[in-house]
């Protein structure tokens, strides 16, 4: 079921990016409101802080990644959809590359 509702990380490069951009923007408006209602907010549902498309290596390293990899082990048919998730890993780290560097 994990996999299932992470799923567009092993999508093609636009439809991954469409699906965090969505999420990162739901994310936001949840914290909107919670700043309206007078909540502390997360700093993932913050607008004024980096989002979670700034965390999208972490999230792999962490949680996708490990999930993906098992599930190929296990499930060897299921490889195609480990490189579908290696694509974009490799999309984020040419994105934080730049970042990064310009930051110096």
Do not use: C
């Amino acid at each position: 079921l994990k996999a299932a509702d992470l799923g567009h990380l092993a999508a093609a490069r636009p439809v991954h990016r469409k699906w965090v951009e969505a999420l990162e923007e739901e994310n936001f408006r949840q914290g909107d409101r919670g700043k309206a209602a007078g909540l502390t907010v997360s700093p993932l549902m913050d607008r004024t802080r980096a989002g979670i498309t700034k965390s999208q290596l972490v999230f792999f390293d962490i949680v996708a990644l490990p999930l993906f990899r098992s599930i190929a082990q296990r499930f060897p048919n299921a490889t195609p959809m480990l490189e579908g998730v290696m694509e974009n890993y490799n999309m984020w780290k040419e994105t934080e590359v730049p970042a990064s560097a310009a930051a110096q």
